[in-house]
């Protein structure tokens, strides 16, 4: 309703003035429920992007997170694009890198001794196709590997024995030792083997 509405209803029926300052109020009231509503929405959402703020906050700490700058092992740096350069402390020597000149150089040896011997025989020519099953062996080429032996689980039993006293029938039994607590449990060696290897 306009103003000069308002001002004509009231010259000309002045009865009306309560009616509509009746009306007034309600709507300022509503007005007013309408503004806490708002209110209290706007404290919601802004609680809502303070936590989604934080939240982003430690995403991206998490992210910035690798085997240089924290605890992670190496193969945890899945998100970085670039593995970071390692700077040497090293100062240059000039010289160019590997085994310099006159310098005896080192490599692993073959064993005159090895533990096992495998031979592979050719059974036939190659170029005509002569069988050579029973061709006399000229000379060897020898290769080397060098391995380590196949590790085998090793259960230990341990028993204690059970005896009744003849004197009073008591049941004695054996006592097992501290670190023997369960029926089936890890060795104290491979326990620790397990523990670093899952740590790694």
């Known amino acids: 309703m306009k103003r000069e509405d308002i001002l004509y209803l009231c010259h000309s029926n002045p009865e009306a003035i309560a ?12 007005l007013n429920d309408r503004i806490k509503s708002l209110v209290d929405r706007i404290a919601i ?9 934080e939240e982003i906050r430690n995403l991206k ?9 924290s605890s992670k092992p190496p193969s945890s740096d ?18 160019k890198p590997g085994g310099q000149k006159g310098h005896s150089g080192k490599t692993l040896e073959m064993t005159s001794n090895p533990d096992y011997i495998i031979i592979y025989s050719p059974h036939c020519c190659e170029n005509c196709g002569y069988n050579l099953e029973d061709t ?6 020898r290769r080397q590997e060098v391995e380590v032996p196949p590790s085998r689980a090793i259960f230990t039993e341990h028993r204690r024995e059970v005896k009744k006293c003849p004197h009073c029938e008591e049941v ?14 890890y060795g104290p060696r491979l326990l620790a083997s397990i523990l670093y290897l899952r740590n790694y």
Not at 45 to 53: R, S, V
Not at 61 to 69: F, R
Not at 78 to 95: A, I, L, M
Not at 136 to 141: F, G
């Open 19 to 30: 009616d509509l300052i009746e009306n007034l109020v309600n709507h300022i009231e509503n």
């Open 45 to 53: 959402l802004e609680t809502e992007l303070n936590d989604a703020k």
């Open 61 to 69: 700490a998490q992210l910035n997170q690798n085997s240089q700058n």
């Open 78 to 95: 899945v998100f970085c694009n670039e593995k970071p350069k390692v700077k040497s402390h090293r100062t240059s020597s000039g010289k």
């Open 136 to 141: 006399e062996v000229k000379d060897y080429e």
């Open 172 to 185: 004695n039994r054996g006592v097992f030792p501290d670190h023997i607590k369960y029926p089936i449990q």
